[in-house]
């Protein structure tokens, strides 16, 4: 493993279905973040964590779930997916220090909720 | 609701000419900035990351920030086809989370050959 890694690539999934992203990253990076992108809409933060043991809430957190367990992996759940979760998901880690800021990507899953 | 603004394009310019992309922010009190480059079906790429007034340079890219009128831009010189992608930019935010950003829509470059 090299960075940070995501799966599945794509997914499709039916409407009521429980679904798990999984984010690996091998950085050692203390903080973890998930966004989803749509269309016109941007990269938008769902949920985030400093730290293992710590999560927070984005900007569009309601439908999602979050754990921390350990350094390197931070899964996304979605209890009961609805058609409006159809969008491509990024992992993102930043690590402590220098440009404490600075945020590095996964590849990201493609979620088809229909 | 702190906000990053940006022109969705597409922007177009010809092959080695510059391209500038800009971008405003909302949250005065901001210290980071960053240019990612996302490829259609790709994930953001990090390229330029900004934190005083003034320009910095890494090769054929520049950015400039101004602080005081909350802008941030982005120039590609000798603009080339692979350069053709979209372009967010990013920003810290301050009273929330450490480390947390948020990022604008994007503007689309296409550069023709």
């Known amino acids: 493993i090299a960075g940070i890694t995501q799966a599945p690539t794509s997914q499709i999934l039916a409407a009521g279905r429980r679904m798990t992203l999984r984010c690996t990253q091998d950085?050692?990076?203390?903080?973890m973040y998930w966004y989803r992108q749509d269309l016109g809409l941007g990269l938008r933060l769902i949920h985030y964590?400093?730290?293992?043991?710590?999560?927070g809430k984005g900007e569009v957190p309601d439908g999602y779930s979050v754990s921390r367990a350990n350094t390197d992996d931070f899964p996304l759940t979605l209890a009961s997916a609805v058609p409006s979760q159809t969008s491509v998901y990024f992992c993102?880690?930043?690590?402590?220090?220098?440009?404490?800021?600075?945020?590095?990507f996964g590849p990201g899953t493609r979620l088809t909720v229909l | 609701q702190k906000e990053v603004e940006q022109n969705s394009g597409p922007l177009s310019v010809p092959e080695g000419a510059i391209a500038s992309l800009n971008c405003t922010y909302s949250?005065?009190?901001?210290?980071?900035f960053f240019w990612y480059r996302q490829y259609s079906g790709k994930s953001p790429e990090l390229i330029m990351s900004?934190?005083?007034?003034g320009d910095k340079e890494d090769g054929r890219f520049t950015a400039q920030l101004n602080k005081a009128s909350q802008y941030v831009s982005l120039l590609i010189r000798d603009s080339q086809p692979s350069d053709s992608a979209t372009y967010l930019c990013?920003?810290?935010?301050?009273?929330?989370?450490?480390?947390?950003?948020?990022f604008g829509k994007g503007t689309k470059l296409s550069v023709k050959p």
């Open positions: 993102a880690s930043r690590p402590r220090g220098g440009s404490t800021d600075t945020q590095y």
């Open positions: 950085m050692r990076h203390n903080a």
């Open positions: 964590s400093n730290t293992a043991g710590t999560t």
């Open positions: 949250d005065r009190v901001s210290q980071s």
């Open positions: 900004i934190y005083s007034n």
């Open positions: 990013a920003v810290n935010i301050r009273g929330g989370s450490q480390g947390n950003l948020i």
